[in-house]
C-alpha cells in the first residue's frame, strides 16, 4: 500500500487552538471547478487500492498484539493511557497506530467476545487515512468504523458515525457502547425525536451516531445560530466571550452551536448516502402562512377536467406535465377573476401542472405511501421511506389532495445545503460499503477520497443461476413462484427483491395463493425492517423485499438453512444502478457462507419500458416467440434480453450522475449568488 502524505496520514484533528471552537474545512468557493479537475485526472491515475496493512503499522501491530493479550485490566488500562497521549502528541505515525490499533482490537475481543480480521484492521486504518472502503457483505464493515472511530478518539478527534437510519443508529451505538467505555470513551446517539438540550448533550460525546440527515440539520441550525458566521477568528473570540461571561446566559443558550464542529466522519454505506441522497437539498424551513386549501383543491378539480393531448403532454423522462396553448388559454379562463394563489393565471397554470404531475406520475406505494394521515415518499434507491422528506413547490400538497388528506402548509426556506457541499467541509471523511467501485471516480471528484478495495476473509461459496427474461410481468410473476417453491421446499430460505410496494404485495399475493409461508418486508413496514430480516435467513422461510430495504442488518443463516445450501437470492429486476443489484445479490453467501442467486427479469420491466420506444419493445417480443404454459414458457433469448437492459441500466446511471454534477453546478451559483443572505450554505 502507498502510504498518504505524512502531513495527510498522522493528522488527527480536533476542537482547540489549532483548529479552532468549531473546526471544518473552508468551502472551496470560486476554486472548486478546477479542484474537480484535478481530482478527475487525480482518480484516474491512482492504484487500484491496497490489500494488506502498510509494512511499518503491520510490524507494530504483530509485535504490540500478544503484550496487549498478556495485560490484565489495570495493566490494559495504563496501556491505554499512554497510547492517548502518544496519539496526541504524534498523531498517526507508525508507532502510534500499531499500538492504537493493537489495544482497541483486544478490547473488542474482551467486551465483545470478537476478534476482529486483518481486512478489518486494514479497513479501519484507510478510513483514518481519508479513504472509502468497499467491503463485501458480512465482512464486519461495523466493527471496521467501530475500530477507526475508537483509535482517532482516543487521539482526541470527535467522530461521528453516520448510518441508514435511526434503527440502526440505535442499534449500533447500544452493541458497541460497553466496547467504547471500555476504553474510557464516551459514546452517543442523535435521532429525530430529540430536543435541542438533549442533541447538544449528546453531540458532545467523543463518538455520536446518526443519520445524514440529523447531523446536515444541526449544521444547518448552528449556521442559523452562529449568524452564518465561518471565520475561526470569530468564533474563538465568542467562544472566549461565553467563557469568560462576557455573554449573558440567555444569549449563550440562542447562538451556542449544537455541533463540536465537523472533524472526523466515517459514513456507513457510504454511496448510498454521498451519492443516490445526494441529489436532493437539505431544506431547514420556516412556517409561514396558511395554505389556501380550497384555491389548491380547485386547482386539482380543473386539472382532472383536462384531456391529455389537447390540453396537456406528460414528459416522463422529467416526471412532469406541461399544459399546450389551448390547456392555458382553458385554465385562464376556468380561474378568470380569482384572487390570492390563482392570481396571475401564470401562477395558476403552475399549480395545475403540478396537479396533472401527482395525479398521473405519482404513483402510491411506488413513490410515495400513505402511512398515518401523512404522504410518505419512498426512497426509489433503497425501498425505504424516506423520513421528513417532501416535494418541492405545489407538488406535494397536490398529492396529498388526491389521497384525500388535508394540504400541507406551505413553509420558507431559512437554511439549505447539500451533501454535495457539507460533506467536504469535514477535516477528515472515510466510510465504507459493499458497492463502491463502479463510483470510485465520481466519489473521488465530489468528495476527494480515494475508494479502496478489501478482499474477501472467506472464500466466496455464492452459486450463479444466471439471468433469465420473459416476455411480460404474468410470464416472469410465474416463474419465480416455480423458482420460490423449488429452493423453499428443498429447506434453504428466499430472499426476492422486487423495485416498488406494488410488485412486492402482487408477489405476496401470489405466494399466499399457493400455500407457500412468507413475510413482507416494504417501505410500508420499514419500523418492523430488522425484525423480518432477523428471520430471513431460517430454513424455509421466504421474504419479500422492495429493492435492498433492510440493507445494513445481516441475515444471518440458521443450522438447518447452512445444510441445505444457504440463502438464495432472486432479483425480480435491474435497478438504475448496477450497485444497487450488487448489494441485493450480496446478501446470498455472506462471510464465507453457502448461497445463491439468479435474476428474473420482463420486457415491460420499467427500466427498460422507460429507455425504449414502445415499438423497439414489440418487435423484440415478437422476435422471442409466443408465450405458453410450459415450465419455459415465455422465455426471451439472452442475446435478445441482455442488450436491452444493459444499455438501459447505462443510461440511467448516466442521467443520474449528470443530474449530480447539475445540481453541484447549480448549488455553488446559488451559494455565490445567496450566500450573503444566509439562506443556503
Known amino acids: 500500500m502507498s502510504t498518504p502524505g505524512r502531513s495527510a496520514a498522522r493528522a488527527l484533528p480536533s476542537r482547540g487552538l489549532a483548529s479552532g471552537a468549531y473546526p471544518q474545512r473552508p468551502d472551496a468557493g470560486d476554486g472548486a471547478a478546477l479542484m474537480d479537475v484535478l481530482r478527475s485526472l487525480r482518480s484516474r491515475c491512482a492504484a487500484a487500492g491496497a490489500t494488506r496493512l502498510p509494512a511499518g503499522v503491520a510490524r507494530l501491530l504483530a509485535a504490540a498484539s500478544p503484550h496487549a493479550r498478556a495485560f490484565d485490566e489495570a495493566g490494559l488500562q495504563r496501556a491505554i493511557r499512554v497510547v492517548r497521549g502518544r496519539l496526541c502528541r504524534e498523531g498517526l505515525t507508525d508507532k502510534a497506530a500499531g499500538a492504537a490499533l493493537a489495544l482497541v482490537a483486544e478490547a473488542m475481543r474482551r467486551t465483545l467476545a470478537k476478534t476482529p480480521y486483518e481486512t478489518q484492521l486494514l479497513a479501519a486504518w484507510c478510513m483514518l487515512n481519508g479513504r472509502l472502503v468497499e467491503m463485501a457483505t458480512g465482512e464486519g464493515k461495523t466493527l471496521a468504523a467501530a475500530l477507526a472511530a475508537a483509535v482517532a478518539a482516543l487521539g482526541g478527534t470527535p467522530v461521528h458515525i453516520l448510518t441508514a437510519n435511526d434503527y440502526l443508529v440505535r442499534r449500533d451505538r447500544e452493541a458497541l457502547e460497553p466496547f467504547?467505555?471500555?476504553?474510557?470513551?464516551?459514546?452517543?446517539?442523535?435521532?429525530?425525536?430529540?430536543?435541542?438540550?438533549?442533541r447538544a448533550l449528546a453531540w458532545q460525546r467523543d463518538i455520536v451516531y446518526a443519520t445524514a440527515r440529523e447531523v446536515t440539520f444541526d449544521y444547518l441550525r448552528d449556521h442559523l445560530a452562529l449568524g452564518g458566521e465561518r471565520d475561526a477568528l470569530v468564533l474563538r473570540a465568542r467562544a472566549l466571550a461565553a467563557v469568560g461571561g462576557l455573554q449573558a446566559s440567555a444569549e449563550r443558550g440562542a447562538t451556542e452551536p449544537l455541533l463540536p464542529g465537523l472533524c472526523l466522519c466515517l459514513v456507513d454505506e457510504a454511496d448510498s448516502i454521498l451519492l443516490d441522497e445526494a441529489i436532493v437539498p437539505l431544506i431547514l424551513a420556516a412556517p409561514t402562512q396558511a395554505l389556501d386549501a380550497d384555491a389548491y383543491r380547485r386547482v386539482y378539480e380543473i386539472a382532472c377536467t383536462l384531456q391529455r393531448e389537447r390540453d396537456y403532454v406528460l414528459l416522463h423522462a422529467r416526471r412532469a406535465a406541461a399544459l399546450t396553448s389551448a390547456g392555458r388559454e382553458y385554465v385562464k379562463a376556468a380561474v378568470e377573476g380569482a384572487k390570492g394563489v390563482l392570481s396571475p393565471a401564470r401562477r395558476a397554470c403552475e399549480l395545475v401542472e403540478a396537479a396533472l404531475a401527482a395525479r398521473l406520475l405519482y404513483r402510491r406505494d411506488r413513490e410515495y405511501a400513505v402511512a398515518d394521515a401523512q404522504v410518505q415518499l419512498i426512497d426509489e434507491l433503497t425501498g425505504r421511506i424516506a423520513q421528513g422528506r417532501q416535494w418541492q413547490g405545489a407538488l406535494h400538497p397536490m398529492v396529498e389532495i388526491k389521497e384525500g388528506l388535508e394540504p400541507s402548509a406551505p413553509t420558507i426556506t431559512a437554511a439549505q445545503i447539500t451533501y454535495q457541499r457539507f460533506f467536504p467541509r469535514?477535516?477528515?471523511?472515510?466510510?465504507?460499503?459493499?458497492?463502491?467501485?463502479?463510483?470510485?471516480?465520481?466519489?473521488?471528484?465530489?468528495?476527494?477520497v480515494p475508494v479502496v478495495h478489501m478482499p474477501l476473509s472467506q472464500p466466496d461459496r455464492r452459486s450463479w443461476l444466471g439471468e433469465h427474461c420473459y416476455l411480460d410481468a404474468p410470464h416472469k410473476w410465474r416463474a419465480v413462484l416455480r423458482a420460490v417453491k423449488a429452493q423453499a421446499d428443498a429447506g434453504r430460505p428466499v430472499l426476492v427483491g422486487t423495485d416498488?410496494?406494488?410488485?412486492s404485495t402482487h408477489l405476496s399475493a401470489l405466494l399466499h395463493h399457493a400455500g407457500i409461508r412468507h413475510q413482507l418486508l416494504n417501505?410500508?413496514?420499514d419500523a418492523d425492517e430488522a425484525a423480518h430480516i432477523a428471520r430471513a435467513g431460517h430454513a424455509r422461510m421466504v421474504t419479500i423485499a422492495t429493492n435492498i430495504a433492510g440493507r445494513g442488518t445481516d441475515?444471518?443463516?440458521?443450522?438447518?438453512?447452512?445444510?441445505?445450501g444457504g440463502l438464495h437470492?432472486?432479483?425480480a429486476m435491474r435497478n438504475r444502478s448496477r450497485r444497487i443489484d450488487r448489494q441485493l445479490i450480496g446478501?446470498?453467501?455472506?462471510?464465507?457462507?453457502?448461497?445463491?442467486a439468479q435474476v428474473m427479469l420482463a420486457l415491460d420491466d420499467s427500466l427498460v419500458r422507460h429507455a425504449w420506444p414502445a415499438g423497439v419493445l414489440a418487435r423484440a417480443a415478437r422476435l422471442a416467440g409466443p408465450g405458453g404454459d410450459g415450465t419455459d414458457a415465455g422465455r426471451v433469448p439472452g442475446w435478445l434480453a441482455r442488450p436491452l437492459f444493459v444499455i438501459a441500466q447505462r443510461r440511467a446511471e448516466w442521467r443520474d450522475r449528470a443530474h449530480r454534477r447539475e445540481l453541484r453546478r447549480t448549488d455553488r451559483h446559488a451559494a455565490q449568488l445567496y450566500g450573503f443572505a444566509g439562506g443556503t450554505e
Open 180 to 198: 467504547y467505555a471500555a476504553l474510557g470513551l464516551s459514546s452517543a446517539c442523535v435521532v429525530g425525536a430529540m430536543g435541542r438540550e438533549e
Open 426 to 448: 469535514y477535516l477528515k471523511l472515510g466510510g465504507m460499503s459493499g458497492t463502491l467501485r463502479e463510483t470510485r471516480h465520481e466519489l473521488r471528484v465530489l468528495y476527494d
Open 500 to 503: 416498488s410496494v406494488t410488485d
Open 523 to 525: 417501505a410500508t413496514q
Open 555 to 564: 441475515i444471518r443463516l440458521d443450522a438447518q438453512a447452512a445444510a441445505c
Open 569 to 571: 437470492v432472486i432479483a
Open 587 to 596: 446478501r446470498a453467501a455472506r462471510h464465507g457462507d453457502p448461497g445463491s
